[in-house]
């Protein structure tokens, strides 16, 4: 076996036979099986998505998977003209746009925490409100009136109306983003933040995350939002899913808020 890839949940072993072994972190076989309802669920889609085959455990009794090898060239590495990669982005989120997600959706975990309650926006504020107090040392030491700012998006989220429900990638990024030629070939790495919800919410994630940290970041993510909001998308609730993801995720890698991602967060909230 060789691998051939390793995040945050597992590593990955091609077995050379069209399927690749996934040998997880911290996750039993019972943890695997709703992100294996979760990917039988999701409907055709103008790109692959993941398929679990086989869930085993192995030696210390965490899961052990087997899974359809998706092929293609990371977003980032596929030489493409900045046009075509954004159109790429696009694509993938507008494609979600049309899904109409199943139960498996609404009982999938985000950031392994229970998720769904009786709406989108109370199941989002809700989830706001208990990592901002995992991270509220930090965010108020850092974020200018961070009380004040965290009031007004729980608010904004549990005044949302009900909003029509798509499948939530939730990390649409370019290494995530797998071409064949100007082609996605498939969509990588499901079930951080995967779950049923607005589409706008993956539109405003995908513009960010599409160039985080680099020169260009700050005129793509414009450039992104903009093109977004032709499609029909609420450049204000962009914002405030922005906010959102950034009060969430804002201490997830690093809980001493010691890493790139934590500035990224408190740029996004401060800007």
């Not at 085993?56 to 900045?82: C, H, I, Q």
């Not at 009982?107 to 989002?124: D, H, R, Y």
């Amino acid at each position: 076996m060789e691998l051939i890839g390793q995040g945050m949940e597992g590593a990955v072993y091609d077995l050379g036979d069209g399927t690749v072994r996934k040998v997880w972190f911290d996750r039993r076989p019972e943890d695997v099986l709703p992100l294996k309802a979760f990917l039988d669920e999701l409907p055709e889609l103008p790109f692959r998505t993941p398929r679990i085959r086989e869930i085993g455990v192995g030696e210390n009794g965490l899961a052990v998977s087997v899974e359809d090898k998706l092929t293609g060239v990371p977003l980032r590495e596929a030489g493409l003209p900045e046009e075509q990669a954004l159109d790429a982005f696009v694509l993938v989120v507008e494609a979600l746009r049309s899904t109409r997600p199943g139960p498996a959706a609404t009982a999938m975990t985000v950031i392994n925490e229970p998720f769904w309650k009786q709406s989108w926006g109370e199941s989002l504020a809700v989830l706001v409100g208990r990592r901002a107090a995992a991270s509220k040392v930090h965010l108020e030491r850092d974020v200018p009136g961070f009380p004040r700012l965290l009031d007004q998006v729980v608010e904004g989220l549990s005044s949302l109306p009900d909003l029509a429900l798509s499948v939530v990638h939730g990390d649409i990024c370019p290494p995530n983003v797998l071409m064949d030629g100007a082609r996605v070939a498939a969509v990588l790495d499901w079930g951080f933040l995967s779950t049923a919800g607005d589409n706008t919410f993956e539109a405003s994630l995908a513009a960010g995350f599409f160039d985080m940290y680099g020169p260009e970041a700050r005129r793509l993510d414009e450039l992104l939002l903009g093109r977004f909001e032709e499609l029909g998308h609420d450049r204000e609730r962009m914002r405030l899913y922005r906010q959102a993801y950034a009060i969430i995720t804002a201490t997830i890698y690093d809980e001493n808020a010691g890493d790139g991602h934590y500035v990224w967060c408190v740029n996004q909230l401060t800007k």
